[in-house]
């Protein structure tokens, strides 16, 4: 990758306001500044860091890299390493059809955690090193 850039969803201290930032490091999610906006990302890159919120109780703690990729119809938001994708007409779409994906993959996993395959295993601890629940 030549640049990537870091996208965060940062939250208020009421858990529900949204704020997008962005850096030009690779720096641990955990050490973007809460709620400073570090710039404006007027348009979606080809590749970035995606590090947003997937589900109340659950925290990316160490951000996918994901590629955007022209499709019929429109673009594909792709994490290659868990090979999936989100699809939609424009990559905002697309990213955010990504984060449902993420979020479906990683409930229906820990789910069935006893009873998966060994591919769905290794899907799994992939996962897990990206994604940590925060409560339950």
């Known amino acids: 990758m030549n640049e990537v850039l870091t996208l965060t969803e ?7 306001g949204e704020l997008w930032t962005f850096s030009e490091s690779r720096a ?3 050490e973007a500044t809460r709620g400073t906006t570090v710039g404006t990302l007027t348009t979606v ?21 994901v590629r955007f990729e022209r499709v ?8 290659h390493e868990l090979e999936e994708f989100g699809l939609g007409e ?12 993420l979020r479906e993959l990683y409930l229906s996993l820990e ?3 006893s009873r998966l395959s060994g591919d769905l295993l290794s ?6 090193s990206h994604v940590a629940r925060i409560r339950r």
């Open 10 to 16: 940062c939250r208020d201290a009421s858990g529900f």
């Open 28 to 30: 641990n999610v955990g």
């Open 45 to 65: 890159p080809d590749e970035l860091l995606y590090a947003g919120a997937i589900h109340p109780e659950l925290r990316i703690v160490v951000a996918f890299e």
């Open 72 to 79: 019929e119809g429109g673009h594909a938001a792709v994490v």
């Open 90 to 101: 424009t990559r905002s779409d697309a990213l955010e059809d990504l984060r449902k994906t």
């Open 111 to 113: 789910q069935d955690e």
């Open 123 to 128: 899907i799994w601890a992939r996962l897990k």
